[in-house]
């Protein structure tokens, strides 16, 4: 894989930025086969792909900020794509935020995806699996609306999102053989809240939550049909002195997850997660005794 960028920051007066840019990368790659001898490769390919983008900030008052933008997206044989995106920051006073946005992105197809070939032979049996090469990109919408606090001692947020992903690449199941397909839609919906507090400068705790859901288009298929819990938290506290000790308590909350029905292998089940860090600098001591040395 070969990637290499190109961006611009240019102010035009106090009010205004735009920030412009391109970029281009190359991907090659094969996939091999060992169940046979000798072995096979079934899938092997390259793909060139460019973007341009663009964004504008304009300040419409001292509390108001606008934002627009754009990202043109070119990816081998796909028609050009253009994702948008755009919203505004406003700060009321000092301690107050609210901040809105709409975004569009998208995901081209994988090389696997549109042009393996995995034919099983006979004696091992089992489907076989194609790819697509007339996939089309899977996009994403998404509205997001933060409401941010910041204290003295304490910051806080809240941030609220609404994504509708169309075009799904997924595999297409059959009893002989499959392929990949652009199918349906998946709405998702979810907040997520996070909070600081000070005790004093070298002292704070830290936490944040997260709840979402989802539903498909498809009607036979039940909501929540991603590998992501429902709910998650995580909670620590944390220490830095001036002498150079750090220490930290951490721990992360992941809910049961609810999607794959049909999966094989078992579900996982909620779990706690915790970590603790503790770290002392003792490097500037040891300077201090070597310049004593030379001294």
């Keep these: 894989e070969a990637l290499a960028e190109w961006s611009n920051v240019v102010n035009l007066g106090d009010r205004d930025q735009i920030t412009f840019g391109a970029l281009y990368n190359y991907i090659q ?3 091999v086969f060992y169940g046979v001898s000798p072995a096979s490769i079934i899938s092997n390919g390259s793909r060139p792909g460019g973007a341009f983008y663009g964004q504008a900030d304009h300040e419409l008052t001292d509390t108001l900020k606008l934002i627009g933008g754009f990202q043109a997206n070119k990816i ?5 794509n253009v994702v948008p995106r755009g919203g505004f920051i406003w700060t009321p006073t000092s301690r107050w935020s609210l901040k809105a946005l709409y975004s569009q992105a998208f995901r081209a197809p994988s090389l696997n995806e549109t042009l393996l070939n995995y034919i099983p032979p006979p004696s ?18 998404t509205i997001d609306v933060d409401l941010g606090y910041q204290g003295n001692r304490f910051q806080a947020g809240i941030d609220y999102f609404h994504s509708v992903q169309t075009d799904n690449i997924v595999q297409a199941n ?17 907040v997520e809240a996070e909070g600081k507090y000070y005790f004093q400068k070298s002292f704070f705790f830290t936490g944040s939550a997260s709840y979402q859901f989802n539903v498909s288009s498809n009607e036979s298929a039940s909501p929540n049909i991603t590998p992501i819990p429902n709910f998650g938290a995580k909670a ?4 830095e002195s001036t002498n150079g000790l750090t220490a930290g308590l951490f721990d992360v909350y992941e809910g049961p997850v609810s999607g794959y029905s049909g999966a094989l292998n078992p579900k996982p089940s909620a779990y706690s997660l915790l970590n603790a860090n503790l770290r002392w600098d003792v490097s500037k001591y040891v300077h201090a005794a070597s310049a004593n040395r030379l001294a």
Excluded: C, H, W
């Design 29 to 31: 790659g094969q996939e």
């Design 76 to 80: 081998g044989n796909i028609s050009l």
């Design 236 to 239: 620590g506290i944390s220490y």
């Design 124 to 141: 091992i049996g089992g489907p076989s699996l194609l790819g697509n090469p007339n996939l089309i990109p899977e996009k994403v919408a």
């Design 174 to 190: 059959a009893t002989t053989s499959g392929t990949y397909m652009n199918v349906g839609r998946t709405t998702f919906d979810g």
